[in-house]
């Protein structure tokens, strides 16, 4: 047990760990608490079923009502656990309730009617894994079309971020010509400029383009990124001239050179910006609310917000399409959480 | 370690030219067009050729819009297309000054928007001012030598991942009168509280939640400063004996100064333009407690029944001034001179 306690405040280079020390971790597991506590409460939420999320307290594992199958009954009746007059519990199944008094019976002798009071009485639950919540979304709620809808903005615009900006940067970082500066600062300035605040004149740019209700209209405005430019531009600034000089004595093409020698050389930056690029778009949301208002356009993050705001919603699928839509952000985390890192750091934006 | 970290680089740069080798057929495809266009442009022309598709969509959807803006904010009534717009002048700015007292929200005529001018500057003062009180904490605690820094570090800067619907969602799931946070607090003994419907309880979990989904960001932004401090500074002050309060007062803070002013604009920036997990979350209720700015843009260009684009825009013309101010303020701060260093710290801090 000591030599346990000796690895577990084993430092690097210092004596012991002090009471700094402590103050430090329990900081940081409280952090681990307050960050990860609430995802991982929807996840575990995402696989209650529909009566057990509605259990106050709620519980953390999944527990749902335990329900049999009693004869003469099409659908399963759920389960009671009821304290009887003489003073005995029995399991009895819910067959109808009115109002305070619920009609119940034994599964074991069906034909007695046995009238309860709903307040003698308590669900029996049992641990149950509700898969269904996933597994129903896909044919419900046309999860498919949502789905499709997301990949499909996401990875365009991605191809197009990055061939556009890599464009862009080549262009100013790899020639000498009369306004680039004045190109770049232009460019550069757009950082400046949010997009919430060119919201109406944007909705009749795209409308008079007819890519209002249009996929389209939500990748074309997201494609040319101020932030890419300027991160591959840096990027490619480290790329030595001769070698292109080279390239040109044995007559290659200005676009040869670009996509055969500086951009194989530029593949980390564009590996940053296409994490990026892949956060931003499958994240996006006030954009794709205006321009998207006919429900089988939704992306996942509009047919959340949709769901959300009906009267009656139906948390167990809409908890299961949260998870789901958080899954690749996860995966993009736990992967390449240095490359982000890594970029936010070299040009200070998100 | 060392050895560990450096076989994880590599493979990094592995993964991202293999990338770059399954998307090249895109570039390849068009090189046929492009040797077309080299001819008849000539050499020197191209660099503008591989400039144009960026200079198009900026100018369609960034430059031209803003010009858009300011037609918008000075013609009225309900018509999307300018051509049907009458001039009205200052009427749409007129119309959202109109106030008896600026100070009381309910004397204005558009008192929406008052209240969201006034949500959106007790907001901005309280989030930016707990959330940067937050990272620094968090950096100073992360920049410890500690075990599995790489890990805590990431423990921060998840949630800045997650989307604002996301976000949003699992909130509105903690906080339901049925949810986790009222069973916590009758474990304990404490009576709920209807949170969502409480409006200066919103008021407070809005901070908290913006706090809770972009604290990591500006955590590595605050990390990056502290690593700039040189250590010999530390080695001086250990030498001497100084108090870690005394370290903290004397070396950390003032060399960090500079880093936390742009911390704190940007933070600034970005939560004048608080919009899309609050709108989920609250819909800007109850009442009008957590109604900010770019939502009243929103409600009155696009949501509600009469389309008020002239409305909108003039509202967009006074979040762009605010932006302006603030973005001025930072230029100030980083001193211009920090695009040509190869930084450009990012005002909106959108795409």
Known sequence: ?350 | MSQSAKADGDQGKAGASALGRALAWLPALLEPVMRFAQRVLGARRMPWLFLAPNLLIFGTFTFLPIIINFYYAFTGGVKLFPSERPFTGMENLATLFDCRDYFDPSTCRKDIFWQAVYNTAKFAVLQVGLMVVFSVITALVLNRKIIGRGFWRGVYFYPVLLSPVVVALIWKWILQSQGVLNGLLVGVGVAPTEWLTSASWMFFWVILVSIWAHMGFYTLIVLAGLQAIPKDLYDAAQMDSASPWRVLRRITLPLLMPNLLVVIVLALIRAVQIFDEVFVLTGGGPGTATTFLVQFIYQTGFAEAIHLYGLAAAASLVLAGALLVLTLLQLKIAGGGEIKDGKAKGGAGHA
């Open chain 1, 1 to 350: 047990m000591p030599d346990a306690l000796r690895f577990l405040t084993r430092t690097s280079g210092r004596a012991r760990l002090d009471w700094t020390d402590w103050l430090s971790y329990a900081y940081l597991f409280v952090g681990l608490f307050l960050m990860f506590g609430p995802v991982l409460w929807i996840v575990m939420s995402s696989f209650k079923t529909q009566s057990g999320l509605t259990d106050f307290p709620p519980s953390f594992l999944p527990y749902g009502q335990k329900s049999v199958q009693v004869a003469g009954n099409e659908a399963r009746l759920p389960l009671y656990r009821v304290k009887m007059p003489d003073g005995s519990t029995r399991e009895l199944a819910e067959l109808r309730r009115i109002g305070l008094t619920a009609t119940m019976i034994d599964p074991a002798k069906p034909g007695e009617e046995i009238p309860v009071n709903i307040k003698d009485r308590e669900k029996t639950s049992e641990l149950r894994v509700a898969t269904e919540n996933y597994t129903e979304l896909f044919g419900k709620l046309s999860f498919g079309r949502y789905l499709w809808n997301s990949v499909f903005i996401t990875v365009v615009a991605t191809l197009i971020t990055l061939l556009f900006n890599s464009m862009a940067a080549f262009a100013l970082s790899k020639y000498r010509f009369r306004g680039q500066k004045t190109v770049f600062l232009l460019i550069i300035a757009t950082l400046m400029i949010p997009p919430t605040i060119i919201l109406v004149p944007n909705f009749l740019v795209i409308s008079n383009l007819g890519l209002l209700n249009s996929l389209w209209g939500v990748i074309w405005p997201a494609v040319a990124t101020p932030t890419g430019v300027f991160l591959l531009r840096q990027y490619m600034l480290t790329i030595p001239d001769e070698l292109l000089d080279a390239a040109r004595m044995d007559h290659a093409s200005e676009w040869q050179i670009y996509w055969r020698i500086v951009l194989p050389l530029t593949a980390p930056a564009l590996a940053v910006l296409a994490i990026f690029s892949v956060m931003w778009r499958w994240n996006d949301f006030l954009w794709p609310l205006i321009v998207l208002s006919r429900s089988e356009l939704f992306t996942l993050q509009l047919a959340l917000n949709a769901f959300q705001g009906e009267l009656q919603t139906e948390w167990n699928y809409l908890l299961a399409m949260t998870v789901i839509t958080i899954i690749p952000v996860t995966l993009v985390f736990a992967f390449l959480q240095k490359h982000i890192t890594t970029g936010i750091a070299s040009s200070g934006v998100k």
